[in-house]
């Protein structure tokens, strides 16, 4: 749980750092400086995401007996995390190898960066707006 939960704040925090401090910063002129830390970013946030599924795996196994996890609602409730927890990986990976290095590439090529950036900045609120919702899911399961 420990590493499940430390996990979760690395990945999170991450992304909550360059939505709400970079990604501003970067649709103010330095937007170089966003493409290349969203770029270094993607090996501590791939790490995280794994951790956070594995160790989730693992979680899953020390419920205790399944009649009692269906009948405590725990179950549901994991269930419906799951479904987010995809979502909310399918748009990271989207974000992270589909639009920042489309960004990279705008910036090269001397293109202007405002499009990708709006775009990264959606699917970042987005991917923020799972992650809550997750995080409540996650702490309604451990109390079931
Ligand atoms: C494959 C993905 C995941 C699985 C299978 C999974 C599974 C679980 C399980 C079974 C628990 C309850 C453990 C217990 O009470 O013994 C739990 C707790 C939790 N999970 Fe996940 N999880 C996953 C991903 C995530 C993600 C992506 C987040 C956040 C963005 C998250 C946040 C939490 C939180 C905050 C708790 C509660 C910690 C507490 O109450 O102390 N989990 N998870």
Do not use: C
Not at 70 to 89: D, I, N, Q
Not at 110 to 122: E, S, T
């Amino acid at each position: 749980m420990w590493l499940h939960v430390l996990g979760v704040v690395a990945w999170v925090g991450g992304l909550a750092y360059q939505t709400h401090v970079l990604g501003p910063a970067a649709r103010r002129g330095g937007a170089g400086v966003f493409a290349e830390a969203a770029r270094r970013g993607r090996p501590t946030a791939w790490t995280a995401i794994a951790v956070v599924a594995l160790t989730g795996f693992y979680n899953v196994t020390r419920l205790g007996p399944l009649e009692r996890v269906m009948e405590s609602g725990a179950g549901l409730l994991l269930a419906g995390k799951f479904v987010l927890v995809l979502a909310a990986v399918t748009l990271a990976a989207q974000r992270d190898f589909a639009l920042v290095p489309r960004l990279g590439r705008a910036l090269a090529e001397g293109q202007d960066p405002a499009h990708a950036l709006r775009r990264i900045a959606w699917l970042d609120r987005l991917v923020l707006l799972f992650a809550v919702a997750i995080v409540y899911l996650g702490v309604a399961v451990s109390r079931a």
